[in-house]
């Protein structure tokens, strides 16, 4: 039997050097907006995606020109904590070479749209003066660290946020690529050939995800990672892990071979193991992920493909220990908290909802104006939010009141009178920038958002606390499979509505109807919010409730 | 022998005083072409022509039908957003080449449209996005296939598979309409479409079975027969002229600036349908303009005169509203209208303008004739207007299309002008009026041929094309002669405009020219997206060495677009480069290129 044939992007990254590919040249093709197909995939590893504006894709072919191609900037930002400086030159930097937006991800971190190709360089080098960069942001390589950004427990959090931050700086490319290409940095005598100690020269099969929760809150959704670390405190202390793995929830329409997947808990680890396992679980997974199928290259497939304990061993072997049993831990919530709430220190922070993260001034709701005025006067830090929303942390209890009054000014306190519904939403970005999009995500969630909230006051719901989320593919961006209710698109006005999750992060949802559209859609869901209205017990939620009542039967539950 | 007959048969003339062979022969001819319609003879001549070149041995089967000639290869094309139907695809050729055939495997959008009338034998696999859409790739294809534009095909055989995915309300819906399309335009279903749902290949299998077994039968019995050469380019028909315009068909009128930019340049393509008009890459094509209605109103109003009025100028007799529509210039002043103007409206200031040709210069540079009236109240009685206006002048516009390649086809670059001045909004006459025209209506047109702008006879030579903005037309059209030839010489571009992402005409042409090695280099100059200007006076002082060595190796420089100052920073860059690499002293540049331009080798087509 032949070895299957390597997938394109593994033969583009051994012939890269080191992520360099043909960068420089693509970036002084004057012809175009765009880079070469190759670069496309090697740009990533620094951060960044080409993209083209779809709203225009079509008129513009009509008109001889070529996609409206732009630039998305994704920073790398373990636990999303950035400083007031460092707010104030993002800001600046997206309304000069970006869309005058800055969108808060699902991972914490920041992303540009809107870059154009000449202006990339400049771009990066401004981001990179705030002393952020955008290294590893995206690529086959461990993403952007995500940390529990609930602040209530602060001296834990402020432990698991360091170990975590270590983690991400261990686990970054060692090429110097990024540094000569974008920062024109002087070549070494190993340039193209720098070691990776933990990559090696192909860097991993494919994206690799890490996240870092604080129970009882799961606003990481750890378990859709592909490594977990889940903090065990006590009084205030973190003695250690469990570590899951083996979490990911892409998937592709009409394939059965992939599959949205929770991770698996392995035990639990002190707390100085977390860089030992974690290159542990890298390497093995660079050593035996599929690097012929992309589609099936995530860890989770390389973990159903050799099975639990196999891969547990490989782990254990490089560790040079077991896994001890793993603690016990509840999760009773994956989404934020809003609001002010006081920290140990006695400083006070303020969660605001920023509804599918895009920050923008508005007609009425001069969020991005807002922020800025903030950042110039707060003495903290902020904290983006695995769930796109933001932290205005760690303020003295006496500008509390200044704060106020900036929110209320610039239509900041939304989460004041907004619905649980709202205040519960995901959307991914989808169209017109994600060139992944099959139906819109982002743009369609308020819309969409106020048709449910009508069903849901018509059978008195309206504070039901349902979690939704939406996202533009089945790529699961907004992490719609852990939706009480989800869709996924699946053509123009066309979802796939998914129910039944559990608002906590351990129970994805299932398909109850294809390919519907919105009428469809709604008839669905009202039909069951006034079951569940009639029926439920108290305090259930409406996942719970749809399980419960067999209108869902559960697929997959994360060990706990 | 059989000569050029069809400029013969074309001709007044009895057939048989020039046909140079034997009596009987000359009157089968005659017996055989009477009654035959043009394209009858046009086909008829390419027969012959068909023949003469055949090795003297061959022995051609008789023909059915014109063009009825049997594929001699497979066509499989494809459309395919995720990579299935070009999958499958991929595999279909494999089979039929594997079969001994010879397949021809394109993507929708790589498939040469034009060929598409001569096309004989086509395998499609195709899928449905979006709801119900083609895929990308095959957006330009489908649009095509579904226009009025496309040919009839009966002479082609095609059978479709479609992909899709049924949970989609529109299953399938672009592959049943390519079925349906190829078989409303007369082309022969070889067997039944397939639909295949996401399990393809339950229905992909048995039709790719199919399509392999059925071109292995038909391609192999088919005989071998002569081809035929088309001469449709001989003819010289001199029979439309500026007095004697042709009304061409509008095949589309494409803005072809991005809608977020500034300027609104319009692709315009015309169809020569019957006229038989032929053009050669340099020459412009003299448009008509009706002016535009709403001016006429506006002056009709401001005058309060009677739009019915008859008014008869010249021997010529129409309504009032005709004259100003059809007949008059009414958005070039000149000086003669304003001098009559300023006599009725006895206004001090005016007669002050006219007095001084410094003043008067830009007062008629930046007016019309509304803006006038509008300013300088007077009364104007309908027969004095007519007689005081200028007669209205065709405008001339470069040709951007090469027949060799847009065949029977006409195909100009517009800006559209599009301005505010005087609180008012104010348009060109004829480029508003080419702006304005939809595939409904029709253009006169005649072609102004301009041998001063040449491309070299030599093709090996090299060309240099400096052309920005709307100046980029007829360079269009070089490139296009110029692989249509298979040219030997390097085509180099000079383009120039406000904005890299909105202002590129013809972007994605240009590349795929570079792509497929028709366009050799080009430069850019998009003079607004940096804090300095750059002009493509700027690149072509920055490629000074380059430029200079192709001077030297006996390229041929052309210029063309903005009169007032590109062309004359543009010698003066050309001058400055000779001056420069060259070693020569300024007098000595400037004869370097007098002797260029005497040499038929700088050649300027500026306006
Ligand atoms: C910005 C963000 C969504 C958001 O609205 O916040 C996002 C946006 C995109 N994701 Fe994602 N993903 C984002 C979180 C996620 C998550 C959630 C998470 O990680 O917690 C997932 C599901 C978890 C997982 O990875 O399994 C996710 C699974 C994907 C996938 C599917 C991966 C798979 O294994 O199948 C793709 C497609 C791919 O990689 O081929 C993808 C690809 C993309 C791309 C880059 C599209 C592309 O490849 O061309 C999207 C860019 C859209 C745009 O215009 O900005 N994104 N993506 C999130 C950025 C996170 C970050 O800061 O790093
Ligand atoms: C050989 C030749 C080739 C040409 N090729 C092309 C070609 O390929 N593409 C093309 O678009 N044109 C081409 N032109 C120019 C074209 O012939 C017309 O002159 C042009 O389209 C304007 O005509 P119009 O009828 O629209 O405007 P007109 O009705 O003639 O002019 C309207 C008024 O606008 C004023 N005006 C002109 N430009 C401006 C401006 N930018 N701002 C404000 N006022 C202005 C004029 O003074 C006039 O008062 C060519 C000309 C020549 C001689
Ligand atoms: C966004 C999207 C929209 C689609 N819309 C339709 C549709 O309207 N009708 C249909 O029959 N199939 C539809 N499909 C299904 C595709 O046609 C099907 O997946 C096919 O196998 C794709 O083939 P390709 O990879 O060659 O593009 C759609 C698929 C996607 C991703
Ligand atoms: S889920 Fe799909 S549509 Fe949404 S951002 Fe991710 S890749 Fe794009």
Known sequence: MSTPALSPVEIIKADSRRLRGTLVESLADAVTGSIAEADTHVIKFHGSYQQDDRDRRDERRLQK????????????????????????????????????????????????????????????????????DTVAACGDVNRNVMVAANPLQSSAHADVYAQATQLSEFLRPHTRAYYEIWLDEEKVADSGEEVEPIYGATYLPRKFKIGFAIPPVNDVDVFSNDLGFIAIVDDGEVLGYNVSAGGGLGATHGDANTYPRLADVL??????????????????????GNRTE??????KYTIDDRGLEWFKAEVEKRLGFAFAPARPFRFDHNGDRFGWTEGENGNWHLTLHIEAGRIVDRDGASHRTGLREIAAIHGGEFRLTPNQNLIVANVAPDQRARIDALIAAHGLDGYRVATPLRLNSIACVALPTCALAMAEAERYLPEILGKIQALLDAHGLRDAPIHFRISGCPNGCSRPYLGEIALVGKGPGRYNLMLGADARGQRLNVLHRENIDEGDILQTLDGLFERYAAERDEREGFGDFLVRRGVVVERNQATS | MLGRLDVHIMSAEPIHTLIPFPDDKAAMLARLVEGLDRANLHWLSGYAAGLAAQPANAEPEPIAAPGAEAATHVTVLYGSQTGNAKRLAEKLARQIESAGLSARLLRADAYPLRELKSERFLYIVISTQGDGDPPEDSRGFVEFLTSKRAPTLDNLKFSVLGLGDSSYAKFCAVGMQIDARLKELGATRLFERGDADLDIDSVATPWLQSAATVAREQIKSAPVRANVTPLWAARTAATWTRERPFSADVLANQRISATNGTKDIRHIELSLGDSGLVYEPGDSIGVWPTNPPHLVADILDTLKLDPQSIVTHADETLPLERWLSDKRE?????????????????????????????????????????????????????????????????????????????????????????????????????????????????????????????????????????????????????????????????????????????????????????????????????????????????????????????????????????????????????????????GKSVEDAEAYLSQLAADRRYCRDVY
């Open chain 1, 65 to 132: 020109l070529e996609p409206d191609y732009q630039f998305m900037i994704r920073t790398r930002l373990p636990g999303g904590v950035v400083t007031p400086q460092q707010w104030l030159r993002l800001d600046e930097i997206a309304t000069t070479y970006g869309n005058a937006s800055l969108r808060l991800t699902s991972r914490q971190a920041f992303q540009f749209h809107g870059v154009i190709k000449t202006e990339l360089k400049t771009t990066l080098q401004a981001i990179n003066a705030t002393l952020i």
């Open chain 1, 267 to 288: 035990g639990f680890v002190p707390r100085d193991k977390v860089i030992a396992v974690a290159q542990a679980v890298v390497t093995t997974q660079r050593d035996f």
């Open chain 1, 294 to 299: 992309r589609k099936r290259a995530r860890l």
């Open chain 2, 330 to 582: 009414l958005t070039r002043l000149a000086r003669p209208l304003v001098v009559a103007h300023a006599a009725r409206a006895r206004q001090g200031e005016l007669d002050g303008i006219v007095a001084s040709p410094e003043s008067l210069q830009p007062f008629l540079k930046d007016r019309q004739f509304i803006d006038l009236l509008r300013a300088y109240p007077a009364n104007w009685d309908a027969a004095s207007l007519v007689a005081a206006l200028n007669p209205l002048t065709p405008r001339l516009y470069s040709i951007a299309s090469s027949l060799k390649f847009a065949e029977n086809e006409v195909h100009l670059t517009v800006a559209h002008l599009d301005y505010d001045a005087f609180g008012h909004s104010h348009v060109g006459a004829a480029s508003h009026f080419l702006a304005t025209r939809d595939e409904e209506n029709r253009i006169p047109i005649y072609v102004e041929s301009n041998d001063r702008f040449r491309l070299p006879r030599d093709a090996s030579r090299d060309v240099i094309m400096i052309g920005p903005g709307t100046g980029v037309a007829p360079f269009r059209a070089f490139v296009q002669e110029r692989a249509a030839i298979g040219a030997r010489g390097r085509n180099w571009l000079f383009f120039g405009n406000p904005h890299f992402r909105s202002d590129f005409l013809y972007q994605i042409e240009w590349q795929a020219a570079l792509k497929r090695g028709e366009l050799h280099k080009i430069d850019l100059a998009f003079s607004r997206d940096q804090a300095e200007k750059v002009y493509v006076q700027h690149t072509l002082r920055r490629r000074g060495r380059a430029l200079f060595d192709w001077l030297e190796g006996g390229a041929h420089v052309y210029v063309c677009g903005d009169a007032t100052h590109m062309a004359k920073d543009v010698h003066a860059a050309l001058r400055e480069v000779i001056v420069e690499h060259g």
